[in-house]
């Protein structure tokens, strides 16, 4: 029982300080990992003691590593992986194994056995997969050649970590003796065997599986299903000598090609998310930070092999790789830090005694502080390479607008589609049914070439760059339309039309109303969020077959638009509905009673713009009337139809209802079900607003 108590204790002090840490690394913009990482160094044995002594939390954070793994498998695509073939293999394997070799060289000078150099320097030779696709997501340029080199390279280290998780606890049963390749070899080819095995077994069982479990229509059952085949694949593995993780990798390669995919994937992500929370915190937990002034200068060795080697290495492949030199120094810079995946290595290495306490303290150290330093790198890949290349870096850029711009011939009058998926093409079809001249910009260069063959006037350019919009003729456009949906991306796109031509109008599609003011005031004319233009379509075609003037509709469709969709952004919002964006606001119905501390005063009375509420309507008896007069009586009875945030609905409830008095209620609940008290739907208008002015 004190154990139990001892483990709950232990739990709920990492959670508030990984609550604390977390929001605090978000706070300056960092990679919530170092929020973990910092919690597990200061809670370690080598610090304040707090981590409970059993390894109750070890094992929870190795099923952590589980289900990473397992996402990992879900996400690998073999279509995907054909498609990017060439830098996937080429370019990421050689990233790999020269990175690798490097390492290896740097940690044997150091001193460190060859078991554990190669697994060290496989670690430092991974990249951050989090923390890359994240912050080039987050400043559009994950679409750029640069952008989608480093994913090659990103996928295949996952990859990559497989053949070392299998390697690690075969090189630990050879490190008390000289190893003998030969038992090493029959080893590896057993469980490759076996591995061939469960990947067979899995291809015609797992399917008919979920299908079953799925016709169940039971989320339970789907959930333990899911957690059912991760584990179980994840033990045959580990019985066989290799990795836990692995195991969980191979059922979520093979889940991936089911239909059942996504939901998984959804499923999945609060135990993932938390249990590897604990993981890093567990590898935190194993940094000593006292020791780390003895090691300094082997941190500092590493630290410049993980960032300034392995950024000359890639850098150096993706040249050779026929890139310019701006692309190649901009990929070697979004990859020159540690991975994530490396902390699972070294932590695996060292409890299978491949690699000593210093030698892990050494290698996590120079990872921690090279991930901390990643999003500043990567944030600055378009300066410093400015900087780096100066003039020739600038040539290139040109050249290639250049050489753009003398294929699109002078177009003049026309619409610049940037964004040539499914609308963006839908859009051109109706454009050219028109004649009206058009020119389309694409970063996925499958859709370019098939687009082109198929005689359709697109082309391979990043929109958000102002000398590519200026090459597509923006001061001769009529119009420029983005239809990529990517928030970031379309943002810096709108921001670089607008600075090249003051007066175009752009058209910007979004998912909702979430950036719809931030993309006005960056120049958009107008946006089109299609959660908000699904219900103007759907009112269009009510009115439509309810046969009203056509004048009237559109009157009314324009009006809507006019004010920025204002009418259909609120609406009721339920028990369990939660705004999906900072600026979602919900209409909320209280009905007065005698008692109300509010009846009898003037809505002026109630202030509630400092409250940020709106008073959408009045309802009195049969009688509804939008914007009452703020010098109307409220009176018992009276609903009043409000909108604002949803937080601010009690404080507002306080201030209207006040103190009633205690036996009038209980009379009134009596009379009234409680379910009668909040409306949950707006009432049509039954009468005119004039009758409501003055009801007495």
Not at 62 to 78: D, N, P
Not at 273 to 295: C, R, W
Request: net charge negative; charged share 20%.
């Amino acid at each position: 029982m004190e154990q139990s108590t001892n483990l709950l204790e232990g739990i709920l002090l990492l959670l508030v300080m990984s609550v604390a840490s977390v929001a605090a690394f978000r706070t300056f913009k960092l990679p919530p990992i170092l929020g973990y990482l910092l919690v597990g160094a200061l809670s370690s044995e080598h610090a304040l003691g707090w981590l409970p002594e059993n390894h109750s939390i070890e094992f929870m954070a190795e099923v952590g590593v589980v289900f990473l793994l397992f996402a990992i498998g879900l996400e690998f695509s073999v279509t995907q992986f054909l498609a990017m073939r060439r830098t996937v293999l080429g370019l990421g394997g050689l990233q790999m194994l020269l990175s690798t070799l490097v390492g290896f060289v740097l940690l044997n000078y150091l001193g460190v056995g060859w078991e554990g150099a190669i697994i060290a320097a496989g670690a430092m030779a991974l990249s951050s997969t989090a923390i890359v696709i994240k912050q080039l997501t987050d400043q559009g340029e994950m679409h750029e050649r640069h952008g989608q080199l480093a994913l090659g390279i990103l996928l295949f280290q996952d990859i990559a970590v497989v053949p070392f998780l299998i390697a690690i606890p075969l090189l630990s049963h050879n490190t008390t003796a000289d190893p003998e390749l030969v038992v090493m070899g029959l080893h590896a080819l057993g469980n490759i065997l076996v591995l061939a095995l469960m990947l067979f077994t899995a291809h015609y069982v797992l399917r008919p599986l979920f299908q079953k479990v799925a016709n169940a229509q039971s989320i339970e059952l789907f959930n333990i299903t899911v957690l059912l085949v991760a584990l179980t694949s994840a033990w045959v593995t580990q019985s066989l000598g290799m990795s836990l993780a692995l195991g969980a990798f191979l059922a979520g390669m093979m889940l991936s090609e089911t239909e059942y995919k996504h939901q998984i994937e959804t499923e999945i992500r609060p135990f993932r998310d938390i249990l590897m929370g604990l993981f890093f915190i567990t590898v935190g937990a194993k940094l000593n930070l006292a020791v780390l002034p003895e090691l300094w200068l082997s941190i500092l060795w590493l630290l410049l092999g993980i960032i300034v080697i392995k950024a000359l290495i890639v850098a150096g492949l993706v040249f050779l790789f026929g890139n310019s030199k701006g692309i190649s120094v901009r990929t070697g810079l979004v990859l020159a830090q540690g991975g994530e995946f490396g902390f699972a290595l070294l932590s695996l290495a060292l409890s299978n005694r491949l690699l000593t306490q210093d030698e892990v303290q050494a290698a996590l150290a120079a990872i921690v502080i090279s991930m901390a330093l990643a999003p500043l790198m990567i944030r600055s890949n378009d300066t410093v390479t400015r900087k780096l290349l100066s003039d020739s870096y600038l040539r290139q850029r040109y050249k290639d607008v250049h050489a753009f711009s003398r294929e699109v011939k002078e177009v003049d009058n026309h619409v610049i589609i940037c964004g040539y998926r499914r609308v963006g093409q839908g859009l051109a079809r109706l454009l050219q049914e028109q004649g009206v001249p058009y020119l389309g910009l694409e970063l996925d260069s499958k859709i370019v070439t098939e687009a082109w063959e198929a005689g359709e006037t697109v082309y391979y350019a990043d929109a958000s760059r102002t000398e590519i919009l200026m090459a597509a003729g923006i001061q001769r456009a009529r119009l420029v339309v983005i239809t990529i949906t990517a928030p970031e991306t379309a943002q810096h796109i709108t921001e670089a039309a607008r600075k090249k031509n003051k007066t175009i109008p752009i058209i910007v599609r979004a998912r909702d109303d979430t950036y719809l003011e931030t993309l006005i005031k960056l120049g958009a004319t107008e946006v089109l969020p299609e959660s908000l233009e699904a219900s103007v379509m759907v009112a269009q075609r009510v009115l439509e077959k309810l046969e009203l003037p056509n004048e009237e509709i559109e009157e009314v469709v324009n009006r809507i638009r006019v004010e920025g969709y204002h009418q259909l952004k609120s609406f009721f919002h339920g028990l369990a509905q939660k705004a999906t964006s900072k600026s979602e606001t919900f209409l909320h119905s209280i009905v007065l009673q005698e008692t109300d501390k509010a009846v009898g005063k003037r809505i002026a009375d109630l202030n509630l713009a400092s409250m940020d509420i709106t008073l959408k309507a009045l309802k009195r008896g049969e009688i509804r009337g939008d914007q009452p007069s703020p010098e109307m009586i409220l009176q018992a009875e009276d609903t009043l139809i409000i909108e604002g945030k949803v937080d601010r609905f009690k404080e507002i409830e306080k201030k209207i209802h006040g103190e009633r008095k205690e036996s009038k209620d209980k009379i009134k609940d009596a009379k009234t079900p409680p379910e009668l008290k909040t409306l949950t739907s707006i009432t049509e208008l039954e009468e005119p607003k004039s009758k409501l002015e003055n009801p007495e």
